[in-house]
């Protein structure tokens, strides 16, 4: 593919969302795309959102989307139980889609998307962004050049989502069947960012539990039954060696973000952030080697940061280099975005510790 690459978005309004958040702000600023597209389920909001970022076709439904002979890639970043619908309609109008995590509400809608896909041969991308922020790529580099020499344990804490009190458009998360909870979406983005710098499990088991069974809905005060559990704790060994556990605290009162330790040899990582996902957050570095007791912070080097500096500091920065990476996919047929591939290797993953967990 040369020239410019051509996307619509089907989700994105321009009052609130992922799509304003991140992906808007992101393409704007990267050479390789043009906005060319949106849609909503009402021409008022398309309308509204194609205002506010200056794109030049607006629609009320997801078909004419995918149908427009302008669009080159498709991308969806609606909640998760329409994710199978739409990504199906994409990749019969033969487009590119950029797939929002978690790519299906199960295993077996991942699969079916990722089968379709290969036999149309059509690239794809899933919003395991992690994997291309720049302090993520510098730990993988780390551990790979022996920084720590060999790992021999690794702790991950990430505390997310509210206490007894929840927003009124995230309400849909306490529901166990919308395939969108602390497991798929908080452990989904944590353990991937894990396994892409440390490997993958070679046995696990977990233990999941549903710590507060209801909550308030804000404003209106609703007082809403919880299925979804707000407490994952995995614990196991990877497939190089090293120990891992890692804890997701959900339904606390108060968040301090993400707490994640790699202990080697020869040497020690902290990767911190105030904020629960290492994908959105900005992170912070430290690490001691050899002799060396005080950690130091460690600077990520110029050469891992591609995305405009304009963008630094916001969540639009981590999706801005997963696009450069999918522009590269799509012009030189390499995978250096996670694919649907990739999604299913993870939801298999979660599906063993759901399977694996001791109530």
Known sequence: MTGRIGVGIIGARADRGWAATAHLPALRALADYELRAVSTTRQPTADAAAAAFAVPRAFDNHQSLVECPEVDLVVVTVKVAHHAELVRAALAA?????????????????????????????????????????????VRDLVADGYVGDVLSTTMVVTAMSGTVIDQDNAYLVEKGQGANLLSIGAGHAVDTLCYCLGEWDDLSAVLANRRPSVTVRPTGERLDKTADD?????????????????????????????????????????????????????????????????????????????????AGSPAFNVA??????????????????????????????DTIAGVSMR
Not at 286 to 301: D, M, W, Y
Request: overall charge neutral; aromatic content about 6%; charged content about 25%.
């Open 231 to 311: 407490q994952v704790a995995v614990i196991g060994r990877l497939d190089r060696g090293a120990i891992a556990t890692v804890h997701l605290r959900g339904a606390l009162e108060r968040a301090d973000g993400l707490r994640w330790e790699i202990n080697g040899t020869d040497g020690n990582l902290w990767i911190t952030a105030d904020g629960a996902l290492p994908g959105i957050a900005p992170l912070t570095l430290r690490g001691t080697r050899g002799a060396n007791r005080e950690p130091e912070t460690l600077s990520v080097p110029e050469k891992y940061i591609r995305a405009p500096a304009a963008l």
């Open 94 to 138: 033969g487009k590119a889609v950029y797939c929002e995590w978690p790519l299906g509400r199960d295993l077996d809608e991942a699969t079916e998307l990722a089968d379709r896909a290969a036999r149309l041969a059509l690239p794809t991308a899933v919003g395991l962004q992690a994997r291309a922020v720049p302090a993520i790529n510098y």
């Open 321 to 350: 280099h997963t696009y450069l990476n999918l522009a590269q996919d799509m012009r030189e047929g390499t995978n250096t975005a996670p694919t649907f591939a990739d999604a299913v290797i993870r939801h298999r993953m979660l």
